[in-house]
């Protein structure tokens, strides 16, 4: 079990809410990563587990009940818990939603990088039989009413949607391999990988080349999101603004192919709610934190599918 030597304070705005958040990760002798809102009259640890999402529609993930007691967006923080091998933390935030800082990994993971207390290794998840979770079963997986009102909404975006995520066994670590597909000139179809091994070449690979890599949107869409309750708290330092044409970016690149390696860290963070260092082989193609998510509970479904060490 590792925690941190100290409580490290972080100051931002949520991404999605536009609200100011504070958080302090706190050591913890607890196995395992907790939110907990102290905004709230009562609130209690918020485990920040795959079976605890409970909204990914909102282009993050959620842990908590959307209508109750949650923390949006918490991916890019547990990526950088995963990566520093932390497992064991409090984290007490006063508002609904985790700063998004600079919309990537880097500022957490040099607030935290020197005051990790280190002992022993993570828990290993093995993966012993191929699981993988295809777009077009998302549907069936909703609650009832939102299933009706997605399927007469969205019935041709479903049908003919051919994204997935699959979990097959590697040996050596969690290897990543990431396929985005857009209309976009920009970003057109870009793909990346990455072995995450828990050795320093592998976080030192992480840093340089992912860390930075920040979330994305398209300035033609702002006005929407911000009325459906998105990116009220987006704008040029925190998020790469596509423009309208979509050929171009209207804030400099970091990376020629950013946008898939952001979705690298997404995928890290939504790994990480297994509560351990996965041992896989993620292929993500058009994927999704709702992708991520399904995988994971399709791996846990069936013991025969992992072990774990």
């Known amino acids: 079990m590792n925690t941190l030597t100290k409580e490290i304070k972080i100051s931002g705005v949520g991404i999605h809410s536009g609200v100011p958040v504070n958080m302090v990760i706190k050591p913890s002798r607890k196995p395992g990563i907790f939110f907990k809102r102290t905004d709230l009259k009562y609130s209690g640890l918020i485990p920040a587990v795959f079976d605890n999402v409970g909204e990914t529609t909102m282009r993050n993930t959620t842990i908590g009940g959307k209508n109750g007691v949650h923390v949006q967006t918490i ?49 290993k998840i093995i993966v012993k039989k191929t699981v993988i979770a295809k777009r077009n079963e998302l549907v069936k997986y909703m609650p009832f009413w939102k299933r009706i009102k997605t399927t007469v909404l969205n019935h041709t975006i479903w049908r003919r949607g051919n994204g997935y995520v699959k979990l097959s066994p590697n040996a050596n670590g969690l290897l990543i391999d990431a396929t985005l597909v857009y209309n976009d000139k920009i970003i057109g179809t870009q793909s990346y990988s990455c072995l995450l091994d828990g050795t320093k070449k592998s976080v030192d690979n992480f840093v340089k080349n992912i860390s930075k890599a920040r979330t994305f949107g398209k ?25 309208k044409d979509g050929d ?46 399904l995988v994971l509970r399709k791996l846990f479904s069936d013991k025969s599918n992992y072990e774990i060490v």
């Open 75 to 123: 991916e890019h923080l547990m990526a950088t818990f995963f990566v520093l091998g932390i497992d064991s933390a409090i984290i007490e935030i006063d508002g609904p939603e985790t700063p998004i800082m600079d919309g990537s990994a880097f500022e957490f993971f040099n607030a935290l990088k020197e005051s990790v207390n280190k002992k022993t290794n993570m828990k």
């Open 219 to 243: 300035y033609s869409e702002w006005d929407y999101l911000k009325a459906h309750g998105m990116g009220r708290g987006a704008n040029e330092n925190n998020v790469i603004v596509l423009n």
């Open 248 to 293: 171009g970016t209207l804030n400099k690149l970091h990376y020629k192919d950013e946008f898939v390696r952001h979705k690298i860290i997404d995928a890290i963070g939504d790994m990480f709610t297994s509560s351990g260092f996965i041992y896989g082989h993620l292929e993500s193609y058009k994927g999704s934190h709702a992708l991520n998510n």
